[in-house]
């Protein structure tokens, strides 16, 4: 009996495709991300989104985060599941944008006052602003913060006005091994805020990622019966890896263990191979 | 020293204002000692200088197209604003890209139909003004605009505001201090085309009419000594330019390579 068990859907695509001028770029993506619930314990989960350089995972992206209409299919998401509409999934683009005419606590208010009222807003901001490591900087601009306190200034802004979903584009990308633990650090934070909290890390850091995730994707083409790439990528349910089921989820020193290396050289050949 | 010849070096401000003093002391000094014999030496153009100030109302000339120019530039920066914000809406997009080549067109036809269409003198200088410089701003400030990237639009989006609003937040609101300094490049225009202007409606003076006279007769001096008060003054209003961005606007400058 595994000591876990799935609930409500957090976010569901259904028969994702998108064309742009005619050419295919995704293709028939379906997925179910649904609500993980382990005896005694309060955590959201971490879906490792993978797929090789321009193959369309900032499409996706974009479309799971309600700021591109797919050509077909629906994504849905909170409880009970409705359309996705820009502002219900956060999305931390890979350079963190921030409002550059805005102080640092200027920019989690305008988010803050998204969801509640000018008092509340206000101490929802200071709240963010202290469990960030951020309180200090609060009257900066974002051109006067270091990569990693813009990083945080953006999850922050986000986890402020979304819905328990977030997608990080990139997060570990450019960081050395110190910022790659802290931004780590923050990720299993922000799953530990709300049972609810999934965060959608899109990376080339296979090894970083699948530490932290409970579910992995994969986005590349499927092959047909002879061996022909099909047109689009997709994420078949072969491409779709659900850790805990596998035994190599939410374990620390996971990355020592044998299967794990073995499921990144798996999923190495994978991308290889799309 | 040395660094002063490093290409993308960066002098301390004391030696960087140092090598400025020399070399406008340079300047003057071979103006000084080695005038051309078309070119007015410089005691003569302090002479017509001051001739002008004392006699010829020089400063009352300079502060009615001041003052002029100031009103033109008000009037223009708000037409432009709006007609390049209204590039948000796509049915008056070809307004702002009429307004924006529209710059082409000679001043000499303009004039003609300003005359035409208006009653006063004032009425046509300002007109032409305005005209003239909000036909250079629309092109700037539609330019500010076009640079806001997919990013920043999605970033609001995120946020949940909605089209108008992610408008005012990225577009309006986090591109203020560069459409103020579009206003500031092209304040030059209208200082270039109101001594123009002035020379063709004389009833209001000013310091283009002042400038004209002196050409006429050809007083070299006078006429160096007015193209010095000029540039002083844009100048001058650059620097206030440039005040109020770092006064009002405090991030613009942040993050521009020092």
Redo the contacts between chains.
């Keep these: 009996m595994p000591d876990y068990s799935y609930q409500e859907p957090v976010l569901t695509l259904r028969n994702i495709s998108m064309q742009f001028g005619g050419e295919v770029v995704l293709r028939d993506i379906s997925l179910d991300v649904l609500n993980v619930v382990r005896p005694g314990m309060s955590q959201g989960q971490v879906v490792g989104f993978y797929g090789r350089s321009g193959i369309g995972k900032s499409v996706l992206c974009r479309i799971i985060a309600g700021l591109l209409p797919p050509s077909t299919g629906t994504v849905l998401v909170a409880n009970p599941q409705r359309p996705v509409e820009a502002g219900d999934v956060g999305f931390v683009q890979q350079r963190y944008p921030l409002f550059n005419h805005r102080t640092l606590f200027d920019n989690l208010l305008v988010a803050a006052t998204r969801k509640h009222a000018p008092a509340e807003a206000k101490a929802k901001a200071e709240d963010f602003l202290n469990r960030f490591d951020l309180a200090q900087h609060r009257r900066k601009y974002p051109a006067q913060l270091s990569g990693g306190q813009r990083q945080r200034a953006a999850i922050a802004q986000q986890l402020l006005c979304s819905e328990h979903l977030i997608i990080l584009d990139e997060p570990f990308s450019g960081l050395d091994i110190a910022m790659i633990d802290e931004v780590k650090k923050i990720i299993l934070e922000v799953t530990a805020l709300d049972e609810l909290n999934t965060v959608v890390i899109v990376s080339h850091d296979l090894a970083t990622t699948t530490a932290l995730s409970d579910t992995l994707w994969l986005l590349g083409p499927e092959r047909d019966a002879a061996g022909q790439c099909i047109v689009g990528a997709t994420i078949t349910k072969n491409h779709q890896y659900n850790l805990a089921e596998m035994g190599l989820a939410w374990q620390p020193g996971i990355q020592a263990k044998p299967e794990f290396v073995q499921l990144l050289e798996h999923l190495k050949d994978e991308i290889r191979k799309s | 020293m040395k660094e002063l010849f490093a290409p993308n070096a960066k002098p301390q401000p004391k030696v960087f204002l140092t090598m400025v003093g020399a070399q406008v002391l340079l300047l003057l000094l071979l103006w000084l000692f080695y005038p051309l014999q078309l070119f007015p030496s410089l005691g003569e153009v302090l002479a017509a200088l001051q001739d002008l100030l004392t006699t010829q109302g020089l400063l009352q000339e300079l502060w009615a197209s001041l003052t002029c120019a100031l009103g033109a530039l008000a009037l223009a920066t708000l037409l432009a604003l709006l007609l390049a914000y209204l590039t948000a809406l796509p049915f008056f997009r070809p307004l702002a890209y009429a307004a924006s080549k529209m710059r082409y067109l000679t001043l000499t036809g303009l004039t003609f139909f300003m005359a035409l269409l208006l009653s006063s003198g004032h009425q046509v200088k300002l007109a032409v003004l305005v005209f003239a410089a909000t036909v250079y701003l629309v092109t700037g400030m539609t330019s500010v605009m076009l640079s806001t990237s997919q ?2 639009m ?8 909605g089209e108008w609003r992610s408008f005012l ?2 577009v309006v ?2 591109k ?2 560069d459409m103020l300094e579009v206003v500031r490049q092209n304040f030059a225009i209208i200082w270039t085309l109101i001594t123009l202007v002035e020379t063709l409606y004389q009833s209001e003076g000013g310091i283009g009419l002042l400038l004209y006279k002196q050409n006429r007769y050809l007083h070299l001096d006078g006429v160096l000594a007015i193209q010095l008060v000029i540039l002083a003054t844009g100048a001058t209003q650059d620097y206030v330019f440039s005040l109020l961005r770092r006064v009002f ?3 613009a400058q ?2 521009v390579a020092k």
Excluded: I, K, N, W
């Design positions: 990013e920043e999605d970033h609001a989006r995120t946020l949940g505001m937040e990225v609101r986090g203020l201090a606007f405090p991030y942040l993050s």
